[in-house]
Every structure is written in structure tokens, then in C-alpha cells.
């Protein structure tokens, strides 16, 4: 591999060019309604949420075949449902086919939590549509949802049925809506807890989750909202964010962050600057929507997040609109939150303030399961514990354990593979679906990181028990550019890609990776968030994956200053230290 430029750190907010003065950009508040492309017509024709009626009353009873395109391709995500890759398809064709070709008549399922502890009823009936709809697949997302493969159109309505009878939904999970929420994992229990967000979710999706109002949006919605000083749901990446903080005269309250998203565009959120009182914490919230919803840019849907709006409006502007147009009042100015405290994957046995506690347990990358889920229900019922929450880190964490059922409980985790004392690599690894499901993926990304761990701990092995590695190191796998794992904001980023490299014959493509070094959100150990950085030439194959992480981690314990974390120094390293 050579090494030809270096890229500083990304910036935090994408180039966007100006709307042109002739141009309608197709802000609804600004232009008109009239759709100005295919997707803003078939939005606007017949939102997607009427379609779950069709696939009940249709599709359900008449299979796949009778599904027409539209539905199929475009209002099926309203409800949680992506047809998922055909088996066999290398990555090298994903771009070169079309979404048909690369289609199977099976569905990816999207189950949004919303921060909702999970009682064992609820993990019994994941566990059950894994095993007996799934082909025993599920995985706890980064968004803290749970994905299932292998779905076919008949079995939706008795999915639903299963779900709704304990409090779980699919509604507007995916598609040009309101997304899943990412909550607090502890939520209400913690000993250091600033505020409970559990009411301010709870309100907003009584309110508008389902809304047709807020059905049509620009494009996908995403939402944070915390009231623990780790930090824990990653505002920083998220359309909007209410994170905790205690105002000085006002008391406990919310921040409120803006804009954030990464993909191919990456950029970090900022602060608005406003204190949110409880009261009125889903208020704003839905005054936020609202101005993506009829601001947005809906022209082009590579521009239409509302981190782009952001960026030509900048913070007093977004500030200015939402008080006056849209609250009709303003906003008290807030504190930024506080350095983290501690990290947000809350992996570990951690004091509750009612005397019990919690315990985070890592998965690997998010993969459990139909058995897994069961049993674990199994378990938490054992050891007299409660509830369960996924985290924004593909975690676990079981709530309300009495101190007499911590030791059991921490053996039956890791009889299930679910370990509440990981090495390094295994806590902080997160990948995406990839190319064995996802239709825009180029590379595997589950298979290659789990068999990188194994192999990370075997060869780390030395100093993790010497204590020379004493603080993770993020590494994530993205399957393409889109970054649902976060690559640009890990330790070790890694974009999947083919790559060319020299074989005995010549030339040879293989799946691999383009490497960004040094990105993070605010830690205990990062006071600040910041895009990674990439070094041009710098790419890995799959296979070469385990060899270089060992040896850019070893080049880092060896020049480290003292203190100094992984990131800091990535960003600091001379290119050659790099490679």
C-alpha cells in the first residue's frame, strides 16, 4: 500500500452549495408544495402509512408477487420493511444493479424499541418471531432496534399481533419519518441520573408517532433524548437531541442539539443554545420536526437532511425560527452538558439508586438471536431481575438485579454469549448488517469483525494483560460508504470497498476497507466529538483486517505519551505510522 496525500480531520458540517436564486429547492414553506422529483410524488399521492391495510388484507393472503412496485420499494418501509439482498451477489455488482436485481422476496424487519426496558414476556416474543418467522436471526442495531431477516410478506400480521400484545411496534421505524428514538438505557435507575426522559419519550409517541403530519418528511428522522452524565445516546450524530443538564436557576432540563447525521456527508450537531424544561421538552421536539418537514430541502435526496438545513441557516437562524415561528415564545439560554462521566455501552455491574443494579452485556456486534433472547428471558426471571434495554452501542443491559443474583447472572450471560466482562475489542466492535442482507452493501462486515476479535484477543492478548491497552479502542465496519456503523466517529473506522492488490498473476480485487483514524463522540476519555481522519492510499482487505489493527495498536503503545488515547494520537501520528 502507498501513501500519497493526507486528509486533515473531516469537517464537521458537509460543503453545500447555496440554492440557486431560479431554483426551487423544494422547501414547502418557501417553494410550494408541488413534488419536484418521483419520490415527493408517490409520497404526496398516498402517504406510507395507509399501506399496512394492503398488506393485511392483500399481500399477507396473496403473497409477494401480488405486491406492485410502489408499495414494495417505497411505503413497505413506513412499517419496519426492506426487501433484503438475494443470496450470492458479490459486492463488486452492487453498483451495477439495480434494486430489483439485487432484491430477494424476503424482508429485513425493523422493531423499534424507544429506549422501552424489555420485560421477559417481550424478549420471549422477540425471541419467538426470530425462531419461528426468522430463520433464528435478530440483531440489536446501533439505534436500538432489533433486525430480523428472512421475513415473508404472509407472516406480517401475526409479526404485528405478537408485537403490539407487548407494547412493541414497527411504525415508521424506516422510511422518510420520525425513526426510532434512542433513549437512556437507564433511564429512571441510575444513581447519577440528571433526569428521567422516559415521560418526554413516552409523550411524544403518544402524540406523534403514527401522526400523517409528520408521515412526509423530507427524508428520515432522528432522534436522541438523555438524562445521564455519560452521554449515552450519541447526540451528537442525530437530527435532533435533548440531552440533560441542570440549569442554574432553573434546575434539571434538556440541551438541545441540532443537525447532526453522517453517511457520506458527515456532520456533527451543535447546540442551539436553549434550556428545555421537561414541560415543554416534547413541545420542541415536534417544533423542530416541524421545520424539517416544511423547510427541508425535498429537491435532491442527497441534500435533504436536516443537517443541510442547518448548515445554510446556521444555529441563530434555526434558534430565531423555531422561537417565533413555530413556539411562539423564547427559550431561556442552557448550559452545555458536562464532560461524560463514564461510557455510554454501561457494560458492566453498575450500583442502581434503589440498591439494585444493572448490568451491561456485550453481544458480538449485536448478534443474539431467537435461543439467545428466550434465554435470556429465562435468566433475568432466575436471578429476580426485571427488565432489559438495548443500547446505541449494540449492547445489552439487564436492569434490576438484586445483589444475590449478580453472579449467576454475569455465569448465565456468558453461557449465552453475552459477556458482561469483554475484552476490549469485543465491547467496543460494532458492524453493520453488510452484504449478507443489505442490498447497498460491498463487503461482509458481522463474519469478518466477529473472526477479528477472536483474533485481536489472541494476539493482544499481551498487552491487555499487562495493562499497556488500558482503554478501548473503538473499531467499526460499515459494509459502504453510508456509515451505519459510524465509521468517521470510531477509533479505527473502516468504509467497506473493493480493493486492488497485487497477486501472483497481477492486479486482484478483493473486499476490503478504506481505514479513518481517530474519530469520536464525547467520552469520559473525549471531552469533544470529531470526524476521523483519513490517510489517501491507506486500505486494508478483509483478510489483512486482524494484521493491521495489531500492528497500528502496537505502534500506538509504543509512542503514546502518557495518558494520551488512541484518537488523540491518530490524529498527531506521522503517515508512515499509520500503515
Known amino acids: 500500500m502507498t501513501v500519497t496525500e493526507t486528509r486533515a480531520a473531516a469537517p464537521t458540517r458537509p460543503a453545500t452549495r447555496p440554492p440557486r436564486a431560479d431554483r426551487s429547492n423544494g422547501q414547502w414553506k418557501v417553494d410550494g408544495p408541488t413534488p419536484l422529483n418521483a419520490n415527493e410524488e408517490w409520497k404526496q399521492e398516498e402517504g406510507g402509512l395507509a399501506v399496512r391495510e394492503r398488506i393485511e388484507t392483500i399481500y399477507a393472503k396473496q403473497g409477494f408477487d ?140 403518544r402524540r406523534w408517532i403514527g401522526d400523517p403530519e409528520l408521515a412526509n418528511l423530507p427524508r428520515k428522522f ?43 456527508a458527515p456532520r456533527l450537531a451543535e447546540r442551539i443554545g436553549v434550556f428545555v424544561c421537561e414541560e415543554e421538552a416534547a413541545e420542541v421536539w415536534h417544533a423542530v420536526i416541524e421545520i424539517f418537514r416544511d423547510y427541508g430541502f425535498r429537491r435532491l435526496r442527497n441534500k435533504a437532511r436536516l443537517k443541510f438545513l442547518l448548515a445554510e441557516w446556521g444555529v441563530e437562524k434555526f434558534r430565531h425560527v423555531l422561537e417565533t ?36 452485556a456485550a453481544p458480538t456486534v449485536g448478534r443474539v438471536g431467537g435461543p439467545v433472547l428466550r434465554g435470556l428471558a429465562d435468566l433475568i426471571e432466575e436471578v429476580g431481575a426485571g427488565r432489559v434495554r438495548l443500547t446505541a452501542h449494540q449492547k445489552l443491559v439487564v436492569l434490576d438485579v438484586p445483589e444475590s443474583g449478580l453472579d449467576r447472572l454475569v455465569e448465565g450471560l456468558e453461557e449465552l454469549g453475552l459477556t458482561a466482562r469483554p475484552s476490549p475489542f469485543r465491547r467496543t466492535t460494532m458492524a453493520c448488517t453488510g452484504i449478507e442482507f443489505c442490498k447497498l452493501a460491498i463487503v461482509d462486515t458481522k463474519d469478518t469483525a466477529a473472526s477479528a476479535i477472536t483474533e485481536l484477543e489472541r494476539r493482544l492478548a499481551d498487552v491487555v494483560a499487562d495493562g ?25 473506522g473502516l468504509k467497506g470497498q473493493i480493493v486492488t492488490v497485487d497477486g501472483p498473476d497481477g492486479p486482484v480485487q478483493q473486499p476490503g476497507f478504506q481505514v479513518h483514524l481517530g474519530g469520536g463522540l464525547a467520552t469520559v476519555d473525549r471531552d469533544e466529538a470529531g470526524l476521523g481522519r483519513t490517510v489517501r492510499g491507506l486500505k486494508v482487505t478483509a483478510a489483512q483486517l486482524p494484521d493491521y489493527v495489531e500492528r497500528v495498536v502496537r505502534t500506538f503503545l509504543a509512542q503514546r505519551s502518557d495518558g494520551e488515547t488512541f484518537a488523540a494520537w491518530a490524529l498527531r501520528a506521522e503517515d508512515g505510522d499509520l500503515l
Open 325 to 360: 415561528e413555530y413556539l411562539g415564545h423564547a427559550l431561556p439560554d442552557g448550559p452545555a452538558p458536562a464532560p461524560a462521566t463514564g461510557p455510554g455501552d454501561h457494560v458492566g455491574i453498575h450500583l442502581q439508586k434503589d440498591g439494585r443494579y444493572y448490568v451491561g
Open 222 to 264: 432522528k432522534t436522541a433524548i438523555t438524562g445521564h452524565p455519560s452521554l449515552d445516546v450519541v447526540h451528537e450524530i442525530n437530527d435532533v437531541s435533548l440531552v440533560g443538564v441542570v440549569h442554574p436557576e432553573l434546575g434539571p432540563g434538556y440541551d438541545l442539539w441540532v443537525g447532526g447525521g453522517l453517511s457520506t
Open 66 to 205: 401480488s405486491i406492485p412496485a410502489q408499495d414494495l420499494t417505497g411505503r413497505f418501509r413506513w412499517w419496519g420493511l426492506y426487501t433484503q439482498r438475494k443470496p450470492g451477489i458479490d459486492g463488486g455488482r452492487t453498483a451495477q444493479l439495480s434494486d430489483d436485481e439485487l432484491s430477494d422476496r424476503y424482508f429485513m424487519l425493523r422493531v423499534r424499541t424507544d429506549g422501552q426496558a424489555l420485560s421477559p414476556e417481550a424478549l420471549r416474543v422477540l425471541g419467538g418471531i426470530s425462531t419461528e418467522f426468522a430463520r433464528g436471526s435478530a440483531d440489536i442495531s446501533d439505534r436500538q432496534n432489533i433486525q430480523y431477516h428472512w421475513i415473508e410478506i404472509e407472516d406480517m400480521p401475526e409479526i404485528w399481533r405478537r408485537l403490539e400484545s407487548v407494547g412493541l411496534e414497527t411504525t415508521t421505524a424506516c422510511g422518510d419519518t420520525p425513526r426510532g428514538f434512542l433513549g437512556s438505557p437507564v433511564a429512571g435507575i441510575a444513581a447519577d441520573e440528571i433526569i428521567d426522559p422516559t415521560p418526554v419519550i413516552l409523550e411524544i409517541k
Open 468 to 492: 499497556s491497552l488500558d482503554t478501548p479502542i473503538q473499531l467499526n465496519l460499515n459494509g459502504c460508504p453510508n456509515s451505519c456503523a459510524r465509521i468517521q466517529t470510531a477509533d479505527i
